[in-house]
């Protein structure tokens, strides 16, 4: 029976990996795409700017994106940039209060989602605008903004001299009933309970290191055989359902890397949040949703479903693993997220697509009613 389930793990490895190798050489081109808006984005207004870097100074690039960072700020004739380090202690948000009473027009956060996320829940309804320098694994608001996340220069000369745009932030609190334990956190991108959560959590440090995101694929395939587990679900305060999931995402966006639109019809700056509900039942279901996730198919399929609220509670009776922007977040017994509309001003490239990618498309991607009784 073990030698059978490794087989079929194996198998649906292959064939996940397959279409995504597929998926990433036809969409190269496209990778740097940025997730769909409502609003336009607006330049930057000319004349001096006060600059600030939020630095994680344990990423390799550190030293030379400084550098790079206060030679701009000096070719501009502004003056030099306050540079704050982050800590254990502090990953952070303190800096970028720090250097909104210092009066920063613009604060880089330089570092990984998660420096980007602490960042991020300072500057929340401020004036001054995010500028991303992405030195982390997965980078993954960077992505979803359209900026090019392996070009630290090109990023910053869009930090500094691109283009402007308010986009919705997520707030979520999480609660442990087994602990007592509770937090609430921001998050811009995704976060997520189960599966994917426990592959965030247990994906190899040593191989982040050497291979980025890939290394969550090692993590993924060693947790496709569970079980689905049962959770409680309420949308916008309508009557909840029970289901059996796999995992159960929440997306402000819905980029991942190598190209692929894990929810190709979110909008960044709509005041709503996207579920994405999975439940395969065995490989060949996680088969056939990979395959519809990474070849963009747009008919239903009964193991992924899509939703749209500003609300979203979660209950389950055993704590369960969860994850925000790709960084683990502990286990859980509830959550509840919220969307906060337009809360943070970012600085972004000109384009900014419509929709579903495209400039005045409608959505396209087949939303279920919440009512509607559906087959486990």
């Known amino acids: 029976m073990r030698r059978k389930l490794l087989a079929g793990t194996a198998a649906a490895s292959a064939a996940v990996a397959s279409l995504q190798s597929y998926w990433s050489v036809r969409r190269l081109q496209q990778t740097r795409t940025p997730t769909a808006a409502v609003n336009a984005p607006a330049p ?16 390799l690039q550190a030293g030379p994106t400084r550098a790079l960072v206060e030679q701009a700020c000096s070719d501009a004739g502004w003056d030099p ?11 952070g948000s303190g800096q970028a209060e720090q250097a909104l009473r210092a009066g920063a027009d613009v604060v880089l956060a330089a570092g990984g989602d998660g420096t980007v996320r602490a960042v991020a829940q300072a500057l929340a309804h401020q004036p001054a605008a995010l500028g991303l320098l992405p030195l982390g694994t997965g980078n993954l608001l960077v992505r979803n903004l359209g900026l090019p996340y392996n070009d630290i220069a090109g990023c910053l000369r869009l930090a500094l001299h691109g283009h402007e745009r308010r986009i919705d932030m997520a707030r979520i609190s999480l609660r442990n009933d087994s602990t007592q334990a509770s937090s609430e956190h921001p998050f811009l991108v995704m976060g997520g309970v189960g599966f994917d959560a426990s592959v965030m959590t247990d994906a190899k440090q040593d191989l982040k290191d050497r291979f980025g ?63 994405v509900v999975l439940s395969p039942r065995s490989l060949l279901g996680w088969t056939w949703m990979a395959a ?11 193991v992924i479903s899509y939703y749209r609220a500003r609300e979203v509670s979660v209950w389950s009776g055993d704590p369960i693993a969860t994850q925000l922007d790709g960084d683990p977040s502990g286990s859980v017994t509830s959550i509840t997220a919220r969307v906060d509309p337009h ?11 419509g929709p579903s990618g495209q ?8 939303r279920r009613s919440w009512r509607r009784p559906r087959s486990g």
């Open 44 to 59: 930057v207004p000319a004349g001096p700017q006060r600059v600030a870097l939020v630095l994680n100074p344990s990423k």
């Open 359 to 366: 400039a005045g498309s409608r959505p396209a991607v087949t």
């Open 343 to 353: 809360a943070l001003m970012v600085r972004v490239p000109a384009s900014a697509p």
């Open 292 to 302: 519809k996730i990474l070849l963009r198919h747009r008919g239903g399929i009964p």
């Open 81 to 91: 940039p306050l540079v704050l380090e982050t800590t254990i202690g502090d990953p």
């Open 213 to 275: 995101w890939l290394a969550y694929s090692e993590a993924g395939v060693r947790h496709l055989p569970g079980r689905r587990r049962r959770i409680s679900i309420r949308l916008d305060g309508q009557p909840p359902q029970s289901r059996k999931v796999r995992s159960l995402l929440v997306a402000n966006c819905g980029k991942l890397p190598a190209g692929v639109d894990f929810v190709p019809d979110a909008v960044i700056d709509d005041g709503y949040l996207d579920v």
